[in-house]
Structures are given as C-alpha cells and as structure tokens.
C-alpha cells in the first residue's frame, strides 16, 4: 500500500523557516515527478513546487519562488520543501503529491500526503 507521510510543519514567525519532509512508501516513485500543494481554509488547494524524477528539474509557483526549494533523495523515497521568509499568507495545510509529468493542478495527482499544518504568524 502506497503511503506518502508529511513531517515538519508548526508555527514559525514571519520571516522564519521550516522545512517539510516527505517519506514515500509502499512502491519506488523514481519514475515519478514529486511535489507540494497547500490548502488554506475557504481557498482550493493550489501548486506549490515541483521536482522531476531525476531531481535535474524543479518548479515552483510564483508566489513562493526565491523562498521556498524543493529537492529529493531518491534513495530514501524522500522529497523535502524547505521554506525560507515565510510571510503569514503561506499559512496552509501543505500536501505531499505524486504524479506523472510537469504537474501544476491537482488533476494529475496519483498520489497524496495526509498534509501538514504550516502557521506563520505576523
């Protein structure tokens, strides 16, 4: 059974840092473009960033590039979001995902992360 497990999130001041980890399992995701997606509340769940297989491509939203940098360690079935300047409108539940391609809308996504709260306060 495929499990994709999110750790790192809590409550950081504007301006601070946190980084999320990923722990994939259940099947090997190499072939297979991981990424973040986040939800706050009344808002839909929206890309994030993303990372090829091979870990040689990454993306990300506007709203978070030049902050936030995704990367992943295959060997360990692990992709990480570590996430610099945090403002307070980056306050979401941020989800895991895995899927095939250049993913930036939820339709394509196989598989996801129970999610992890991330608070920045003011």
């Known amino acids: 059974q495929v499990q994709l497990v999110e750790s790192g999130g809590g409550l950081v001041q504007a301006g601070g840092s946190l980084r999320l980890s990923c722990a994939a399992s259940?099947?090997?995701?190499?072939?297979?473009?991981m990424g973040w997606f986040r939800q706050a509340p009344g808002k839909e769940r929206e890309f994030v960033a993303g990372?090829?297989?091979?870990?040689?491509?990454?993306y990300a939203a506007d709203s978070v590039k030049g902050r936030f940098t995704i990367s992943r360690l295959n060997a360990k079935g692990t992709v990480y979001l570590q996430m610099n300047n945090l403002k307070p409108e980056d306050t979401a539940v941020y989800y895991c995902a895995v899927g095939l391609g250049r993913f930036t809308t939820a339709q394509p996504i196989q598989y996801w992360g129970q999610g992890t709260q991330v608070t920045v306060s003011s």
């Open positions: 259940g099947r090997t995701f190499s072939a297979y473009t």
């Open positions: 990372i090829s297989w091979s870990g040689s491509s990454t």
